[in-house]
């Protein structure tokens, strides 16, 4: 089992495959995607080793991200590779949705078992003023599919004062009729964000305490979830989830690690630079691949130092997919 000194334990995988995005972001792509960096993605069969190495570990979910992952053409065959890894209980994936409703019946097929999909406002103008795409209906779309098709569904909202605080109300009523989990999630700081972030970081704690007035309970976490602390509420078909990475302790529960498009482990989602261990991917060195693991483990922190504005080498959760 992969624990670290604090007796954290890491049954969760965030896996990037790409780091390009077609969608811009203003928070972390406000100038698009620029190809100024390695391109050399793990193939299917690297990340095959790699996953299985990690269940061989205790990993037991596997989350695929990016950039945008549905850009790489044999996602399917990464899906497949990994619900079929002996160990892997759960296959998620983090997508903006581009190609949602055109590519999820294909993805179900290949073995997801649950996605989660970004979009900050449910109003289409302020939809395409943040990402840049006029895509909103068609995310929607892909949303009701992905709940006919029995997926868990899940929705990423940014937090950001200048565009959508006034909207927890649409987004409640949206909840109250739909099955899915929305996650509210505090804006981070990031190397290229700054002067965005001072503008428009807001708190969740608010918004957890209007909850907790309304009629809203508190979820029992499960050992592979998320950061995320969750809500339901009896006259709500769906959940909401709130994600304060700001908030004192919200390091103690960390369950995940992270593997950048390019093969390299970041303990922290604002660490180092990333830590090579693609020489052991590539060869197929499922041994040398787990013993790397359990020493460079070894070296996670207790904690991020967003507090402090220290960002570590993340320029953009682009990098390396949230
Ligand atoms: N492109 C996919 C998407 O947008 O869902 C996957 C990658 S994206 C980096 C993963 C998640 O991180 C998205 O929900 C996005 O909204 C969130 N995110 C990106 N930058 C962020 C930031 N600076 N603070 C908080 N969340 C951020
Ligand atoms: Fe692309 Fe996701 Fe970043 Fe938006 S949040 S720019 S969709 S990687």
């Known amino acids: 089992m992969l624990e670290d000194k604090f007796g954290r334990r890491f049954h969760y995988l965030r896996l990037s495959i790409t780091d390009v995005c077609n969608f811009s972001c203003t928070y972390c792509l406000p100038d698009g995607y620029a190809c100024d960096s390695d391109r050399d993605f793990m193939s299917v069969a690297e990340i095959s ?4 190495t990690f269940a061989k570990l ?3 979910k596997v989350r695929i991200t990016g950039g945008e992952p549905s850009l790489r053409k044999d996602l399917p065959e990464i899906i497949r590779q990994c619900a079929s890894t002996p160990g892997i209980e759960h ?8 190609k949602l409703e055109k590519c999820v019946e294909e993805w179900a097929e290949a073995g997801l078992d649950s996605i989660n ?14 990402t840049g795409h006029d895509s909103l209906d068609t995310i929607l779309r892909g949303i009701d599919k992905a709940l006919l098709l029995g997926l868990k569904v899940k929705v990423n909202a940014v937090l950001m004062r200048q565009y959508n605080e006034a909207e927890f109300a649409s987004f409640l009523n949206w909840v109250k009729s739909t099955p899915i989990s929305l996650r509210l999630i505090e804006l981070m ?3 290229d964000n700054v002067t965005f972030f001072q503008k428009n970081h807001v708190s969740a704690e608010p918004l957890k305490n209007q909850l907790l007035q309304s009629g809203w309970g508190q979820v029992i976490r499960d050992k592979a979830a998320g950061p995320a ?5 009896p006259d709500y078909a769906g959940k909401i989830g709130l994600i304060m990475p700001y908030s004192k302790d919200f390091c103690h529960s960390c369950n995940r690690l992270r593997i950048s498009a390019t093969g390299k482990l970041h303990l922290c989602l604002f660490a180092e630079e990333g830590l090579n261990i693609r020489r052991y991917i590539t060869a197929g060195d499922e041994q040398g691949l787990q013993q790397e693991l359990v020493a460079l483990l070894g070296d996670k922190e207790a904690s991020h130092w967003l507090q402090d504005g220290l960002t570590g080498a ?7 997919g949230g």
């Open 58 to 60: 205790g990993t037991s």
């Open 91 to 98: 296959v998620a994936l983090t997508s903006n949705g581009y």
């Open 314 to 320: 993340t320029k953009h959760l682009a990098m390396l």
């Open 229 to 233: 602390q969750e809500f339901y509420h």
């Open 49 to 52: 080793t790699l996953v299985s």
């Open 117 to 130: 999909i970004s979009i900050d406002s449910l109003d289409p103008r302020l939809f395409a003023a943040i």
């Open 189 to 191: 700081q990031t190397g």
